[in-house]
């Protein structure tokens, strides 16, 4: 499992504040889903942070899935919640296990949008103790899916702090969220998970080269076969419920998404070769790997979208992805 496995449902949403319609009968309705407002306030944002980490960090020490399953949710959940249940399995056989460092996130800055209904989200940019030298920041949704649940962290991406977009926000200091069909956008949000899983499978020109496309395609051919071992890749979209794409409009017109997608890397092994298998994956593992295990992800990118220009399309740069093991299957 990834070091991310830790970070479980990455959280988003905000608590609705109601509208008082007088009836003609002269009684009072509430309509607090029909108002645009603002996802959460400054406090309740922070309270979310804190909760996140208490829990994160509790769950972490005990290498036990339950103490911090209230506060993840999405990709960042199951990768969380499948990597302390790795742990987990492990400590029950007998694995000696290092202990954590305790996680700490501070100077956070909070975007927030102004919604309607439910789920509501915001996000938190915050210096984290596991990047020693600054290079990058923690950058969380949290998610809300009504007044009477908790906030949960839904995404994670590990954004150097140069490269965060400047949002747009009203008067009031709030962010303005993106519809996840707006046709306005390069690629509307909604279509990023089948484009990424698409493009991963046949290239093209939707995202801009780099680290997590171009070279990642470009290591996966290479790994593809190797002495004794053949390697295929199956990508799938995840693009529904707690795994849907949230994005923020930025200055610029366009705007930043957070979106989901599986993964499935299968390994044979040549007759008479052993399989390697880590720790992690065992202890994940269905079956019993003799000859092929299929190894199951999720994963979460951060992309910068741009606004179409003229009738034509810039590319989609993905400036981080989050993966981690899910699951595993033996055969």
């Not at 747009?168 to 200091?173: A, S």
């Amino acid at each position: 499992m990834s070091r991310l496995r830790r970070v479980s449902r990455p959280a988003a949403a905000a608590a609705a504040v109601t509208v008082l319609a007088v009836t003609a009968s002269g009684c009072v309705t509430v309509h607090g889903e029909r108002e645009v407002l603002p996802a959460a306030t400054k406090a309740e944002a922070a309270r979310a942070l804190k909760d996140f980490t208490e829990a994160y960090n509790a769950a972490e020490a005990a290498a036990d899935p339950a103490k911090d399953a209230k506060q993840v949710t999405g990709p960042f959940g199951a990768i969380n919640q499948a990597g302390l249940k790795a742990r987990a399995e492990r400590k029950k056989d007998g694995d000696e296990l290092t202990a954590p460092t305790p996680l700490k996130l501070d100077d956070a800055k909070f975007t927030i949008p102004k919604q309607t209904g439910w789920p509501r989200w915001f996000v938190a940019d915050t210096d984290s103790n596991k990047d020693k030298n600054g290079s990058f920041r923690w950058v969380m949704v949290f998610t809300r899916g009504g007044l009477d649940q908790s906030w949960e962290a839904s995404y994670l991406a590990f954004v150097p702090p140069a490269k965060m977009p400047e949002f747009k926000k009203d008067k009031d200091g709030f962010a303005e969220p993106v519809d996840v069909d707006d046709a306005k956008l390069a690629v509307a949000p909604k279509n990023l998970s089948e484009e990424f899983a698409s493009y991963l499978k046949d290239g093209g020109e939707t995202f801009e080269d780099g680290p997590y496309t171009s070279s990642w395609r470009t290591k996966r051919e290479e790994e593809a076969e190797k002495a004794g071992l053949v390697t295929q890749y199956i990508d799938e979209p995840h693009n529904s419920g707690d795994f849907a794409p949230v994005g923020l409009r930025t200055k610029n017109g366009g705007a930043l998404v957070f979106f989901s997608t599986r993964h499935y890397e299968k390994r044979t092994a040549a007759e008479g070769l052993n399989l390697r298998i880590g720790p992690d994956v065992r202890a994940l593992m269905r079956g019993d790997a003799k000859s092929a295990v299929t190894l199951e992800s999720a994963a979460a990118q951060t992309a910068l979208v741009p606004p179409k220009k003229g009738g034509t399309t810039s590319q989609v740069r993905v400036l981080n992805r989050v993966q981690g093991l899910t699951g595993a299957k033996g055969e």
